[in-house]
C-alpha cells in the first residue's frame, strides 16, 4: 500500500492476461506524475457521485496528470502482448476512450452490458472478454520479451509487437529498465550500482531515462514527494524485458 495523497493498492495476477490489479483514493493531492507504461489499462472511477470508466492506452514517457479530489479508482492493468482486437492499440498510445454508459453495476462493451468488474472478481471479468472475443493475446510476444527466439522474420515480428502493444520491443524493454532503475533507487540502491547492475552505459544515461520514463531524478527518487505522487509503481516480475 503506497500512501502519500493518493492511496494505491495493488496485486499481481495468476491469469496471463493480466499484469496487475489496482484501486485507489485520492485524497489531499491535485496531480500526480504517470509514470511510462507498456501496459493498456481499463479503469474505473467515482467522483462526486458520477461513475465513469476509459481504456487507458500504453504510456511511453512520464507526464503530469490531474488528481480530482476524494476520487475512487479501480483498474486492470492488461500484459504485454493482450489487446483488443477491435480497438487498434496504436489508437491508444499515449492516450485513452472514455466508455459511456456507465453505472456503479453495469458498462456496455461492444453492445451487451457487463457487471462492472472489482479489485476482487477481476479475473472472472477478463476470462469472459477473453471468452467473449473481446480481449486477445499474442504468445509470441510475451515469449520473446522472456527471451524465446521465434521462428519468424523481424519483419513479422516487429509487425506483431506494434499490433499488440502499440510499441516497439525496443521501447518496451527500455520502459521496463526505467522502472527497475526507479524501484532500487527507492530502495536505497545507489545510483552507479543501478547503471551496472541494469546495464546503463553511466550516470548520465540513467538520468536521461528516469526523466524521460519516471519524470524523476534519482535523487527526487529518494524523497517521497506528497505535492506530486508517483502512479503506481512497482517491482516488475523477473521474466519480463530487462
Same mark, same amino acid.
Given at each position: 500500500?503506497?500512501?502519500?495523497?493518493?492511496?494505491?493498492?495493488? #496485486?499481481?495476477?495468476?491469469?496471463?492476461?493480466?499484469? #496487475?490489479?489496482?484501486?485507489?483514493?485520492?485524497?489531499?493531492?491535485?496531480?500526480? !506524475?504517470?509514470?511510462?507504461?507498456?501496459?493498456?489499462?481499463?479503469?474505473?472511477?467515482?467522483?462526486?457521485?458520477?461513475?465513469?470508466?476509459?481504456?487507458?492506452?500504453?504510456?511511453?514517457?512520464?507526464?503530469?496528470?490531474?488528481? %480530482?479530489?476524494?476520487?475512487? /479508482?479501480?483498474?486492470?492493468? /492488461?500484459?504485454? +502482448? !493482450?489487446?483488443?482486437?477491435? @480497438?487498434?492499440?496504436?489508437?491508444?498510445?499515449?492516450?485513452?476512450?472514455?466508455?459511456?454508459? *456507465?453505472?456503479?453495476?453495469?458498462?456496455?462493451? #461492444?453492445?451487451?452490458?457487463?457487471?462492472?468488474?472489482?479489485?476482487?472478481?477481476?479475473?472472472?471479468?477478463?476470462?469472459?472478454?477473453?471468452?467473449?472475443?473481446?480481449?486477445?493475446?499474442?504468445?509470441?510476444?510475451?515469449?520473446?520479451?522472456?527471451?524465446?527466439?521465434?521462428?519468424?522474420?523481424? #519483419?513479422?515480428?516487429?509487425?506483431? /509487437?506494434?499490433?499488440? !502493444?502499440?510499441?516497439?520491443?525496443?521501447?518496451? +524493454?527500455?520502459?521496463? =529498465?526505467?522502472?527497475?532503475?526507479?524501484? &532500487?533507487?527507492?530502495?536505497? @540502491?545507489?545510483?552507479?550500482? *543501478? *547503471?551496472? =547492475? &541494469?546495464?546503463?552505459?553511466?550516470?548520465?544515461? &540513467?538520468?536521461?531515462?528516469? !526523466?524521460?520514463?519516471?519524470?524523476?531524478?534519482?535523487?527526487?527518487?529518494?524523497?517521497?514527494?506528497?505535492?506530486?505522487?508517483?502512479?503506481?509503481?512497482?517491482?516488475?516480475?523477473?521474466?519480463? %524485458?530487462?
Amino acid at each position: 500500500m503506497i500512501r502519500l495523497g493518493l492511496e494505491i493498492e495493488s #496485486r499481481p495476477s495468476e491469469l496471463p492476461h493480466i499484469e #496487475r490489479v489496482w484501486r485507489s483514493r485520492s485524497d489531499d493531492v491535485g496531480r500526480m !506524475t504517470s509514470i511510462a507504461n507498456a501496459h493498456w489499462e481499463l479503469v474505473f472511477w467515482e467522483h462526486d457521485g458520477r461513475v465513469q470508466a476509459a481504456v487507458l492506452g500504453p504510456e511511453p514517457k512520464a507526464s503530469v496528470a490531474p488528481v %480530482p479530489k476524494d476520487a475512487t /479508482f479501480f483498474g486492470i492493468s /492488461f500484459a504485454v +502482448g !493482450t489487446s483488443m482486437p477491435h @480497438v487498434p492499440i496504436s489508437r491508444l498510445v499515449g492516450s485513452g476512450a472514455e466508455i459511456p454508459d *456507465v453505472t456503479r453495476r453495469s458498462v456496455w462493451l #461492444r453492445g451487451s452490458a457487463w457487471h462492472v468488474p472489482d479489485y476482487d472478481n477481476a479475473e472472472a471479468f477478463v476470462r469472459r472478454l477473453v471468452r467473449e472475443g473481446i480481449v486477445d493475446r499474442d504468445p509470441i510476444v510475451p515469449a520473446v520479451l522472456d527471451g524465446a527466439v521465434p521462428d519468424v522474420s523481424e #519483419r513479422t515480428l516487429q509487425r506483431r /509487437f506494434a499490433a499488440a !502493444t502499440g510499441l516497439t520491443q525496443g521501447a518496451i +524493454g527500455q520502459i521496463h =529498465r526505467a522502472r527497475q532503475a526507479a524501484v &532500487l533507487i527507492q530502495e536505497g @540502491v545507489p545510483a552507479q550500482d *543501478v *547503471v551496472h =547492475r &541494469l546495464g546503463y552505459f553511466d550516470q548520465p544515461h &540513467l538520468a536521461r531515462s528516469l !526523466t524521460r520514463y519516471i519524470g524523476r531524478t534519482a535523487t527526487r527518487l529518494s524523497a517521497p514527494d506528497t505535492a506530486e505522487p508517483l502512479s503506481l509503481l512497482y517491482k516488475p516480475s523477473p521474466s519480463a %524485458p530487462a
